[in-house]
């Protein structure tokens, strides 16, 4: 199934939610809430992995579930009003992906309804679970190691300028676990022995501010940070980087589907497939408790040659020949 045809039968689900899901009460169907900080656009292809990790513990939407979505768009500030939307109603299972924000949510709205969220951060870390084996409490999930790879993103891109004085890193200020990437990138920067300089974007016009920066800080290179505002801005952001000539690396393949250079990052179609198969697991009568946070094993390099062409670049071939799939 393609893109366009997954979008259209989620977007008629999700416009038929609310009839759907008042029938499921009646008739005893459970009711997943689908809590997500992106965009459906964006966020088609996880969701078809949910949907696989769903079936593979028996549950199929429209036949013995019901799922009540809601998209945040990349605001942040909509998300508790969402989650406490999907409590009322109520639901017997809170999903919560498309970044920590969500997830963090999902818990601020409910001790009680089971949460199992997908993040990219350390769920330990930051406080939504106290032990990654045993979760006390309602909440358990995926992590999925999505900003913990900024640090590799940084070395690919430091082997394809390895003369670039200077490596920007585009990184949104309203997201909770900025300061404490960029701390860390700071670091890995410096045992490369490479410059860093970090910029701060939160919304579309600090996004075209942040590309018309560039040349001030004579940047050889782009990393564009791991955040659902950014994947809901993909085509713009990789539009502006055409625009400046800037080689740029990503943290999803949606970038480069649409022109971006390369992204190394989870392959999260399959990590939201076990978001899936937890949530199904929970509805056959689970604890979260019970259920150790999974972590990412499966990630994607993904190179467009035709980018790198019209950059003027050459791939070197110690790089190309890591990559998972090459775009010519």
Known sequence: MDRRTFVRLIGGATAAAGPSGARAQLTKTPVIGFLNGFSLAAWASPVAGFHK??????????????????????????????ASELVRRPVAVLVATGGSPAAHAAKAATTTIP????????????????????????????????????????????ELVPNGAVIAVLFNPRNLNTATESKQLQADAHALGQQIHILHAGSDSEIDTAFASLSKVRAAALLVGSDPFYLTRHDHIVALAARHAIPTIYHQREFVDVGGLMSYGTDLTDA?????????????????????????????????????????????????????????
Do not use: C
């Not at 769903?54 to 009003?81: C, H, K, Q």
């Not at 994607?300 to 020949?321: D, Q, R, S, W, Y």
């Open 53 to 82: 990790g769903l079936s593979e513990t028996g549950y199929v939407e429209g036949r013995n579930v019901a799922i009540e979505y809601r998209w945040a768009e990349g605001r942040y500030d909509l998300l508790p009003g969402l």
């Open 115 to 158: 949460i199992v969220f997908g993040v990219g951060t350390n769920p330990f870390q930051s406080g939504l679970i106290t032990s990654l084996s045993r979760p006390v409490g309602n909440a358990t999930g995926v992590w999925f190691l999505t900003g913990d790879l900024e640090s590799k993103r940084l070395d690919l891109l430091h």
């Open 272 to 328: 939201t497939r076990q978001v899936g198969v937890y949530t199904g697991r929970i509805l056959q009568g689970a604890k979260p408790a019970d259920l150790p946070v999974m972590q990412s094993t499966r990630f994607e390099f993904v190179i467009n040659l035709k980018t790198a062409k019209a950059l003027g670049l050459t791939i070197p071939p110690a790089v190309l020949a890591r990559a998972d799939e090459v775009l010519e």
